[in-house]
């Protein structure tokens, strides 16, 4: 029994071979249809995710369904990873190549649609990452950028109620420092 768990069914090349093919072609099929399958903004998206692990299962460990063979699979898969992340952190004209660019999607209140299209997003979706991140529309908005791993960075025109509250808070926090030092003046000494 321990035999056949630990027992390669496949050649070793093959075993490390499958899951930096798969890997590569995940990265270019990824990069082919953009951010948003990273961003995953709805439940279509997800599904795709999730499925896409199962259905290459089968390209990534081959006929071999043995501990060792699995092992080897992952230590492949950490191993390319760990080597293209190393390579694109000493490249950033690679970096770019792989990973995009970001794209403005609303700036100063007004959405860009050509964008929206580009990255295959509706404005209702847009417009739910907005609310998510606390603003009531986009002409809250100053700036709304979808960055090249899929998240959002969104910049407001005007400060939220939280950070009003805060910043009144803070306010008045000064105001109390300086009636405490103002009274600590005017007590004798001791």
């Known amino acids: ?5 630990f027992h390669l069914q496949v050649p070793l090349i093959e075993k490390i071979l499958r899951p930096i093919i798969v890997y590569f072609f995940l990265i270019f099929l990824l990069r082919i249809f953009g951010k948003r399958e990273l961003a995953q903004l709805n439940p279509f998206d997800l ?43 000493s490249s950033p004209k690679a970096d770019r190549l792989v990973e995009g660019t970001e794209h403005v999607l609303v700036s100063d209140g007004v959405v860009d649609h050509a964008a929206l299209r580009q990255e295959l997003l ?6 739910a990452v907005v609310h998510r991140q606390g603003f009531d529309g986009f002409e809250s908005v100053k700036k709304c950028v979808l960055e090249p791993n899929g998240s959002f960075y969104i910049e407001g025109r005007q400060p939220t109620e939280a950070q009003e509250h805060h910043q009144e808070i803070v306010s008045r926090l000064e105001q109390v420092q300086r009636e405490l030092q103002q009274i600590r003046r005017q007590l004798p000494a001791s």
């Open 122 to 127: 509706t404005e209702s979706e847009l417009l």
């Open 47 to 89: 599904v795709v995710l999730l499925s896409l692990s199962n259905v290459v299962q089968n390209a990534l460990i081959g006929n071999d369904n043995s501990v060792t063979g699995g092992i080897l699979g992952a230590l492949s898969l950490l191993t390319i990873n760990w080597l293209v992340v190393r390579f694109l952190y």
């Open 1 to 5: 029994m321990l035999q056949s768990m």
